[in-house]
């Protein structure tokens, strides 16, 4: 069992370093090809994707903190994938919404609400496996 779940852990850490790579590659281009190295001044695209990598470094760290604690606190297998989808996925959709536009889109809504609600399962399974 605990060999399962840290390769469970491992994909998810895995999938989200490489969002996490592409939506920085992604800043770092968009800085060569406008010759910007602060800020975005006044371009959309730069600033669309540094808001998109921002927000991923925000809250994938503390989720994949949540993972990893719950499975130090051995909780089961199938938790650590409902967190791990949710936050991945999340993550995804998020990205995709804030790169194409400032405003609200549903991708970045559903992304977000599925972000949230990985991070609340983690913090939720925490505490209970932490009490029982």
């Not at 852990?9 to 490489?18: K, M, R």
């Not at 001044?41 to 998109?52: K, P, Q």
């Amino acid at each position: 069992m605990f060999e399962h779940s840290l390769q469970a852990i491992g994909i998810y850490v895995g999938f989200n370093l490489l969002i996490n790579l592409f939506l920085a590659y992604r800043v770092s281009a968009g800085r060569l090809r406008s010759n910007i190295m602060s800020g975005s001044e006044g371009d959309d695209a730069l600033y669309n994707a540094g808001r998109a990598h921002t927000l991923n470094v925000e809250y994938v760290p503390l989720a994949l903190i949540g993972l990893i604690t719950l499975h130090i606190l051995s909780a089961p297998i199938w938790l650590l994938h409902v967190v791990g989808i949710l936050l991945t996925v999340g993550r995804i959709l998020s990205a995709l919404g804030v790169s194409r536009s400032r405003e609200a889109s549903p991708p970045r809504l559903y992304g977000t609400l599925l972000t949230w609600t990985a991070q609340l399962v983690a913090a939720l399974g925490c505490l209970f496996f932490v009490a029982t």
